[in-house]
């Protein structure tokens, strides 16, 4: 019953992977043709690549030649794809260009004011607002210490960058009675921030679900109260 679902996913971990593949499978169930799949490990400038492998018009070695692909992407990713491929479901590339986070890291947002109009196509739309306190923001800032000062600002400002963006990207594909399942490292959704934070910005009206995963080194798993708050 929801509009979109953030599954905040630990990059390394083999099981989140499999939770992911079979939880697409359960959705579709449900859902049918009304699921659409969106990930950040593609970026805006690779969906043509992505939807020609997807329509049948690269093959899976032209795919792969074609496209810079994360190293995890044939364990962890390639069976996500490829399940939408097999049932002719939409894959967004939903992140920001990563150059396009470097610059703003080095040099702040307003690095962007220099890029040309077709460049602009794979970034959310600018002016961007960071709330600097928003969920995660602050950790990270206190991370980089305290005496980081505006380098502290720009890395954030990069951050939000990419959450605005893959927020964006969701929206833009948004129709009413599709779920949009979409596949994200734990802190861009994590404690409601990030991707989520976006969305709830700039729809307010929208249901979201918000996946996150927690790990325990005992074999059965124990959880802390504020673990599920």
Do not use: C
Request: proline fraction near 3%; hydrophobic fraction near 35%; aromatic fraction near 14%.
């Amino acid at each position: 019953q929801y509009d979109s679902v953030l599954f905040g996913e630990h990059h390394n971990n083999a099981v989140n992977h499999w939770l992911q593949l079979r939880l697409t499978k359960a959705l579709y169930e449900k859902k049918k043709e009304q699921l659409v799949l969106g990930a950040e490990m593609f970026e805006r400038h690779q969906q043509e690549s992505l939807t020609n492998y997807l329509n049948g018009n690269l093959n899976e070695k032209e795919f792969k030649q074609n496209t810079k692909l994360w190293s995890n992407y044939s364990t962890d990713y390639e069976p996500l794809v490829n399940f939408a491929k097999e049932h002719h479901l939409p894959f967004i590339a939903t992140n920001v260009t990563r150059k396009y986070a470097s610059y703003v890291a080095k040099n702040g947002l307003s690095s962007l004011d220099t890029i040309s109009d077709q460049e602009k196509k794979y970034i959310a739309q600018l002016p961007i607002f960071i709330d600097y306190k928003a969920p995660g923001y602050p950790e990270m800032i206190e991370m980089m210490g305290a005496h980081s000062g505006e380098r502290a600002k720009q890395f954030v400002a990069a951050q939000a960058l990419k959450d605005a963006t893959m927020a964006e990207s969701i929206l833009n594909q948004y129709k009413t009675g599709y779920l949009f399942l979409h596949f994200n490292g734990d802190y861009h959704s994590k404690n409601y921030g990030g991707i989520y934070w976006y969305l709830n910005y700039f729809q307010p009206n929208l249901k979201i679900a918000v996946i996150e995963v927690v790990e325990s080194n005992h074999e059965h798993l124990q959880l802390d109260k504020k673990d599920l708050e």
